[in-house]
């Protein structure tokens, strides 16, 4: 995340297959190894967690069998304690059949920011599974949560040599940088790879239909979101999402899931092709998530939201 390191993460692809589907039950084991091959035929990477119930597991018998190039993957480094991380990459490795990671995302989870950050142990045992290999780069999830640390990072600048970028939910409902970690992004454009391309659905979805937003915050902010997407001259809520997130110069990807072909085909394109929205939409979206930001993001409690 060093100032201005404009070519960190630039061999990304816009779009990046997420995996939760592959893990999700309610779909017979067939459909979900159908999509994985689709999706491996097709994207050049995948976002991975052993967190996604038989997803790796699945992907795992995916890779073995597989003839082609397989997709590089981002994975989920979720530990209680550091000593934790060689074990847990291991089991990634193994799982998946592969000798080495390309991206680790650091998970801060709800740890102190000097128990991460600044912890020089913690520091070795990831540059350690570096230098051998293991684990190509890393990148540093945020949460509202847990913004104070990333910002802590980039000012001290103590992760410059071990981090490469953020990743956080970004789609036109969710921002998850505060108003001062965002600030800093765009300042230093530091490289970010968005997650939920779609947040979860189609806004309409979203504010009219009970149960599909997870809670209620996400409905209000539907309702507040839907009439700008009715404006923009955009009518596709997925290629909307796309085209205002990966518009900001220093976002590299998107990361989305789905089980149906046509939606990953679909993704796919849109990122591909994503043009700038019209500069008032991307400017009231823009407002909308300034003000989430200070007035729910910043209060909120650990995962819940
Ligand atoms: N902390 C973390 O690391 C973290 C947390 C959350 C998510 N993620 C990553 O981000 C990925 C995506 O997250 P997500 O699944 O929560 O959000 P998402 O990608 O925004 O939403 C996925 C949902 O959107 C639907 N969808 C896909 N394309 C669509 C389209 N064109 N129009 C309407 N609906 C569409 C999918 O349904 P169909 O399957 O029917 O297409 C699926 O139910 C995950 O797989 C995971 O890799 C990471």
Redesign the pocket.
Known sequence: MSKNDTRALRELPRY?Y????LGDESLSLQQRRDIADKAMASCTWF???EQ?GSALALLGEQFRSSQAPLPRTIF?MEVHSPDEYPELVERHLQTLGVASMDIG?L?LRDRKAADFVDDSDTFEILNNLRSRGKVERYVM?V?PWTANIALHAIESGCLDDLVEGL?F?F?PLQRFASNALWSQIQERQIPVIA????????VHDLRDIPGVAWQPYLQQRAAEVAPIFERSGES???RF?LRYVLNHPFVRAS??????AE??K??QD?AETATPLPEETVEELANLQHRWAEGTDAQARPWSM
């Open positions: 990046i997420g995996t939760t589907r976002h991975v967690s996604y989920k995302q998970c999830e949460f990743i939910y789609n997650m939920r391309s779609v947040c979860g659905a189609r596709d809520w997925a999402c990361v989305g899931a789905t089980a149906n939606n990953l679909h993704l849109a």
